[in-house]
């Protein structure tokens, strides 16, 4: 297969796989979004309307609020009247027994006594006798009445004419009679013969009552088809309320068909395919750079889908507030592992996509872009712990800020505000502490490698490090120096400062190996007095390889890596390659047996530490340090990079490498400088 057909089928696949990954996106963000209509507003008796006219689009009955469904349901049970049935033979057999008992075994209880017992067992059961638990209910309320089944009548009764067992056998003793003979009748124990005879009717008392209260309308009128219900700026007074509610309430009940299903799934599908769309090529126009590495499309696209998904499934289930889901999370991630324009793009885009899923975008795309700006402008780059607290408490303030600011603009009359929706903006601004622990996850599951990973691995008492500076301390002060002038470099030309420092603190770690062979780490003695060109040069370039080994057994980041492999690019090892060259004049060379593996510096980062290095490492060989000697070396080491292509694949511009010419010569101006002799004090003769 050629080279143009291989390139060819990589450039056909990456474009399947990046136009399968829109497809995806999209898909799952349709999938997930409610298709309920009712959730599109949102609104608050007493304050303005801030969507266009709203015209009702089918006849829907006015429902009546819960609080008053309730209220007339609780006026109806208060006011029923259950069902009871008179048993007749509970008295007939208690008044027998009564007799038989007296007769058979207390002789002391007259004949006489007996009858007026049995008399007034019968008035109280003439009267009516309920259980204790049924006479409790319906005489709490002396106004209540029942309803005597009488065949096929129900006669209304009060209920406070009947008695319980306990109140018929205080009855009875009630009577100057019997009250003289309590002694006497209480050894026959009158409460055997007390029995309630008034039932309780639960199967015709229960049906009467679901039919009374499923009689309750559930209306209080009627909107038509083509009625303007409300349009915008007008206020919303309690009866547009209830309208408002009644039309959500409508849109939810009502039977979607398959036509509306399907147009309402096809709009989404739009909606969302459209603001995928132009994600996509903000990075193919401006980031291609994201857009050409799999893991950063990885994280921007699960990102997108992430958050619109979480707020489809609040809004399904209705149990927490969307206020409480921290969307800032998603440009702090954005902004601390790429840039802040991606970052505010994606923040945007995210925040679009999710107000499909919410009824009140209008305040819920202010508040989350202001939350997500403010978390940009206050993480220009994470250093320390410190900055994601500040930034959570920030993003609370401004969120609340806004709101409160949109609430005034909204109503006149402060004490009507809702104030619970700041305690979500509370619990949302602890929620993006976590953003701190996450960032690791998010580190590992997309190669990424944070300021604060760099911090991490640029201390000095790191154990590779520390072993470098035991054993090659040369090299080590060589590294050090170096971050140093591309730190500074950096900060000139708006590049990464803490990266370059770190990468330079590692380019070259592989020395570690074979210390005494590199001149930095000699002390009067040189290795390569008795070794060929060929093998000295071999020991040089494989400082690269060695370092990429012991890159890989530290477990350094691959951004790292990439310092170590391209500070000398594909260049040579000059001075064996000289000297070998030199010793055969009539050989022809193969400068490949010379050349380190590469590749060139492919990030501005990488370019500024190979300039760095190369000037550093040369200047270490000047004769004297003058401005013009300096320069003169800055100019030559550089220039000397530039003709032989190193930067080609970087985009660095002339302006950057005249600025970091610049910055070098005034550092080792610096370092350079000639100190003045102190005098020594003459002694006196």
Same mark, same amino acid.
């Given at each position: 297969?050629?080279?143009?057909?291989?390139?060819?089928?990589?450039?056909?696949?990456?474009?399947?796989?990046?136009?399968?990954?829109?497809?995806?996106?999209?898909?799952?963000?349709?999938?997930?979004?409610?298709?309920?209509?009712?959730?599109?507003?949102? !609104?608050?008796? %007493?304050?303005?309307?801030?969507?266009?006219?709203?015209?009702?689009?089918?006849?829907?009955?006015?429902?009546?609020?819960?609080?008053?469904?309730?209220?007339?349901? /609780?006026?109806?049970?208060?006011?029923?009247?259950?069902?009871?049935?008179?048993?007749?033979?509970?008295?007939?057999?208690?008044? #027998?027994?009564?007799?038989?008992?007296?007769?058979?075994?207390?002789?002391?209880?007259?004949?006489?006594?007996?009858?007026?017992?049995?008399?007034?067992?019968?008035?109280?059961?003439?009267?009516?006798?309920?259980?204790?638990?049924?006479?409790?209910?319906?005489?709490?309320?002396?106004?209540?009445?029942?309803?005597?089944?009488? %065949?096929?009548?129900?006669?209304?009764?009060?209920?406070?004419?009947?008695?319980?067992?306990?109140?018929?056998?205080?009855?009875?003793?009630?009577?100057?009679?019997?009250?003289?003979?309590?002694?006497?009748?209480?050894?026959?124990?009158?409460?055997?013969?007390?029995?309630?005879?008034?039932?309780?009717?639960?199967?015709?008392?229960?049906?009467?009552?679901?039919?009374?209260?499923?009689?309750?309308?559930?209306?209080?009128?009627?909107?038509?088809?083509?009625?303007?219900?409300?349009?915008?700026? /007008?206020?919303?007074?309690?009866?547009?309320?209830?309208?408002?509610?009644?039309?959500?309430?409508?849109?939810?009940?009502?039977?979607?068909?398959?036509?509306?299903?399907?147009?309402?799934?096809?709009?989404?599908?739009?909606?969302?395919?459209?603001?995928?769309?132009?994600?996509?090529? !903000?990075?193919?126009?401006?980031?291609?750079?994201?857009?050409?590495?799999?893991?950063?499309?990885?994280?921007?696209?699960?990102?997108?889908?992430?958050?619109?998904?979480?707020?489809?499934?609040?809004?399904?289930?209705?149990?927490?507030?969307?206020?409480?889901?921290?969307?800032?999370?998603?440009?702090?991630?954005?902004?601390?592992?790429?840039?802040?324009?991606?970052?505010?793009?994606?923040?945007?885009?995210?925040?679009?996509?999710?107000?499909?899923?919410?009824? !009140?975008?209008?305040?819920?795309?202010?508040?989350?872009?202001?939350?997500?700006?403010?978390?940009?402008?206050?993480?220009?780059?994470?250093?320390? &712990?410190?900055?994601?607290?500040?930034?959570?408490?920030?993003?609370?303030?401004?969120?609340?800020?806004?709101?409160?600011?949109?609430?005034?603009?909204?109503?006149?009359?402060?004490?009507?505000?809702?104030?619970?929706?700041?305690?979500?903006?509370?619990?949302?601004?602890?929620?993006?502490?976590?953003?701190?622990?996450?960032?690791?996850?998010?580190?590992?599951?997309?190669?990424?490698?944070?300021?604060?990973?760099?911090?991490?691995?640029?201390?000095?008492?790191?154990?590779?490090?520390?072993?470098?500076?035991?054993?090659?301390?040369?090299?080590?002060?060589?590294?050090?120096?170096?971050?140093?002038?591309?730190?500074?470099?950096?900060? &000139?030309? /708006?590049?990464?400062?803490?990266?370059?420092?770190?990468? #330079?603190?590692?380019?070259?770690? %592989?020395?570690?190996?074979?210390?005494?062979?590199?001149?930095?780490?000699? #002390?009067?003695?040189?290795?390569?007095?008795?070794?060929?060109?060929?093998?000295?040069?071999?020991?040089?370039?494989?400082?690269?390889?060695?370092?990429?080994?012991?890159?890989?057994?530290?477990?350094?980041? #691959?951004?790292?890596?990439?310092?170590?492999?391209?500070?000398?690019?594909?260049?040579?090892?000059?001075?064996?390659?000289?000297?070998?060259?030199?010793?055969?004049?009539?050989?022809?060379?193969?400068?490949?047996?010379?050349?380190?593996? %590469?590749?060139?510096?492919?990030?501005?980062?990488?370019?500024?530490?190979?300039?760095?290095?190369?000037?550093?490492?040369?200047?270490?060989?000047?004769?004297?340090?003058?401005?013009?000697?300096?320069?003169?070396?800055?100019? &030559?080491?550089?220039?000397?990079?530039?003709?032989?292509?190193?930067?080609?694949?970087?985009?660095?511009?002339?302006?950057?490498?005249?600025?970091?010419?610049?910055?070098?010569?005034?550092?080792?101006?610096?370092?350079?400088?000639?100190?003045?002799?102190?005098?020594?004090?003459?002694?006196?003769?």
């Amino acid at each position: 297969m050629t080279p143009f057909s291989q390139t060819g089928n990589h450039y056909w696949r990456n474009l399947i796989t990046r136009m399968a990954l829109v497809i995806a996106t999209v898909f799952i963000i349709v999938w997930f979004l409610p298709r309920s209509e009712g959730r599109l507003f949102h !609104y608050d008796e %007493g304050k303005p309307w801030m969507y266009g006219q709203l015209i009702a689009k089918f006849d829907f009955p006015i429902f009546k609020t819960e609080e008053t469904l309730k209220a007339e349901r /609780d006026s109806i049970i208060k006011n029923f009247q259950p069902y009871f049935f008179r048993n007749a033979k509970v008295e007939e057999q208690q008044t #027998a027994s009564f007799r038989s008992k007296v007769a058979s075994n207390f002789p002391e209880i007259t004949p006489a006594l007996a009858y007026i017992v049995g008399q007034r067992l019968h008035e109280i059961y003439q009267q009516g006798i309920m259980t204790p638990a049924d006479y409790a209910k319906v005489a709490k309320d002396s106004t209540a009445t029942v309803r005597i089944v009488d %065949g096929k009548q129900a006669i209304s009764t009060p209920a406070k004419g009947f008695y319980s067992t306990v109140t018929a056998y205080e009855h009875l003793f009630q009577d100057e009679l019997l009250a003289s003979q309590r002694t006497v009748l209480k050894r026959c124990n009158l409460n055997d013969f007390i029995e309630p005879n008034i039932i309780y009717d639960k199967e015709r008392s229960e049906t009467e009552m679901n039919d009374m209260l499923s009689l309750i309308p559930k209306a209080s009128g009627m909107v038509l088809e083509g009625q303007r219900i409300i349009d915008r700026g /007008d206020i919303v007074d309690s009866h547009t309320f209830l309208v408002l509610n009644s039309f959500e309430q409508a849109m939810e009940r009502r039977s979607a068909s398959e036509e509306e299903i399907v147009s309402t799934i096809i709009g989404q599908t739009i909606y969302v395919f459209v603001l995928v769309l132009l994600f996509t090529t !903000y990075l193919v126009l401006f980031r291609k750079d994201y857009f050409q590495k799999p893991r950063s499309l990885a994280m921007l696209y699960t990102l997108l889908v992430i958050f619109p998904v979480l707020v489809s499934l609040m809004m399904q289930f209705n149990k927490f507030s969307v206020y409480l889901i921290p969307f800032a999370i998603a440009p702090i991630f954005v902004r601390v592992f790429m840039d802040s324009r991606t970052a505010f793009i994606t923040h945007v885009m995210m925040i679009l996509l999710c107000a499909v899923a919410v009824k !009140y975008q209008y305040e819920f795309i202010i508040v989350q872009l202001v939350a997500g700006l403010v978390a940009i402008d206050s993480l220009r780059e994470l250093s320390k &712990r410190s900055q994601i607290f500040m930034t959570a408490i920030l993003v609370t303030l401004g969120s609340a800020a806004v709101y409160f600011a949109l609430q005034l603009i909204q109503s006149d009359d402060v004490s009507k505000l809702d104030r619970t929706i700041y305690i979500h903006f509370a619990i949302n601004g602890f929620c993006l502490l976590f953003a701190y622990p996450l960032m690791l996850i998010v580190e590992k599951t997309f190669g990424f490698t944070s300021d604060v990973t760099l911090f991490e691995l640029s201390n000095t008492n790191n154990k590779l490090i520390r072993k470098m500076s035991e054993i090659a301390p040369g090299t080590f002060q060589h590294s050090i120096t170096v971050g140093n002038l591309a730190a500074e470099v950096a900060n &000139r030309i /708006d590049a990464n400062a803490q990266l370059v420092r770190t990468g #330079a603190l590692y380019h070259d770690i %592989g020395k570690i190996v074979n210390p005494v062979f590199f001149t930095e780490n000699q #002390a009067g003695v040189n290795p390569h007095d008795n070794i060929s060109n060929l093998e000295s040069a071999r020991i040089i370039i494989n400082h690269v390889a060695e370092g990429l080994q012991l890159a890989e057994k530290y477990n350094l980041p #691959a951004i790292i890596k990439d310092f170590i492999s391209t500070h000398h690019g594909t260049g040579l090892s000059r001075y064996f390659y000289v000297s070998y060259k030199n010793a055969h004049p009539d050989e022809e060379v193969d400068e490949t047996r010379f050349q380190y593996p %590469g590749p060139n510096p492919e990030t501005r980062e990488q370019a500024i530490l190979m300039m760095c290095d190369g000037v550093e490492a040369a200047s270490r060989s000047l004769q004297e340090y003058t401005e013009e000697s300096i320069s003169a070396l800055i100019d &030559r080491i550089i220039d000397s990079q530039m003709q032989s292509g190193f930067f080609k694949e970087c985009p660095i511009t002339f302006r950057d490498i005249a600025q970091t010419k610049q910055v070098l010569a005034d550092r080792l101006r610096n370092i350079y400088h000639t100190r003045i002799q102190y005098p020594e004090e003459e002694k006196g003769s």
